[in-house]
């Protein structure tokens, strides 16, 4: 299956599963009253506004490249999962000012019945299976966009927890703990908020890549028999892909074929991690006289052959 067809299609299941829950906390909210259930069904709320924004954003993400986008429009991905914290924020604002105000007044509804506490394990149950499946989703596609989502659901197993404690201390007797519950649950929207924010935004400002994949990439430029080093290399995230360059040392006996051989076998090699999109190589002939120290790829270089010795 393409990666196109892989995350429209979790985007669409995310969308019909939040949608779900949306409808039975709500009509389950109507019934008891319950603050927990109430601000979980917000929350469902939101992460349905989200997912729907979610299909939208991987619609246009997954389209193929054009005249104006030559790369595609996979960059688009990162701004899609900072509108997915808005989103998240302004949930739990609504859902911790609820519960303020209910623990303020001093007067929380005692929940009734058994349904508030089903619907919170069965929403449990579901956000953990989104949760794993929106994970090996975004590690199979390199999606930032489902990555979020992911971390959305892993975080709502806890706050339906947290709601489920408080329905259950409502229910024997403890009224308070229902609005206090509420509580947890926006504390856990917000910081659902955070994170997203924190894994977009070193797509968008171009930072490095994690240190095991720096050290991939010098591995395998330095794996090719021909290459005697290699110096100012620069891996950077443009969008949730990896652009690479990097200037190879090569004897200046090659003719220009087999430099360009050289060239492009190195560059494929290091394209062929799934999380890069592009590599640039410069060979540099020794008789130029740009071989240089580069002291990080010498880091890099001794990192790798101590974890080869362990």
Known sequence: MSRRSALRRVGLLVLGANLLLVAAKGGVYYWTGSLAVGSEAVNSLADSVYSFVIVAGLYLTTRPPDFEHPHGHERIEPFVSLFIALGIFAAGGAVLYQAGT??????????????????????????????????????????????????????????????????????????????????????????????????????????????????EIIRRALAHPDVEGAH??????????????????????????????????VAQSISALPEVDEAFVHVDPKEAGEWKPDDEVNRLVGRRVRDDEE
Do not use: Q
Not at 189 to 200: A, S
């Open 232 to 265: 100012d290399v620069i891996a950077h995230y443009v969008g949730p892909e990896i652009d690479v360059s990097l200037h190879i040392e090569v004897e200046g006996d090659r003719t220009l074929l087999e430099a360009h051989r050289i060239e492009t076998e």
């Open 102 to 215: 209910a623990l303020v007044d001093g007067s929380p509804e005692v929940s009734r019945g058994p349904a508030a506490a089903g619907v919170l394990v069965a929403s449990g149950i579901i956000k953990y299976v989104l949760y794993r499946y929106c994970l090996r989703a975004s590690e199979a596609n390199n999606s930032p966009a489902l990555a979020a989502t992911a971390v959305d659901n892993r975080n709502d197993i806890l706050t339906a927890s947290a709601a489920l404690v408080g329905v259950l201390g409502s229910l024997a007797g403890y009224p308070i703990l229902d609005p206090l519950a509420a509580v947890v649950v926006a504390v856990g929207i917000l910081y659902t908020g955070v994170e997203v924010v924190r894994d977009n935004v070193d797509y968008l400002v171009g930072a490095a890549p994690p240190e095991e994949l720096r050290v």
